[in-house]
């Protein structure tokens, strides 16, 4: 169960370093973090993993943020 939500937190981290290196635009990262944001949301989980699933999706949403950021030119 654990390994669903760390390979959720990989495929984010590689949006992460898109990113940065530039290698692919913000709006394309946007709409590749939303389907990791729709994924994560749709997992079926026992109870014991919900902090993580809600910890992903509040780490999915500060990656959000730093993309909006670059689209708005800051």
Known sequence: MQSRILRLY????????????GSEAPGALRTRLDR????????????????MQYTLRGHLDIVRDRIAAIEAGK
């Open 36 to 51: 990791l944001h729709q994924s994560a949301s749709e997992l079926q989980l026992p109870a014991k993993y919900a902090s």
């Open 10 to 21: 990989d495929e984010m981290k590689a949006i992460e370093r898109d990113l940065v290196s």
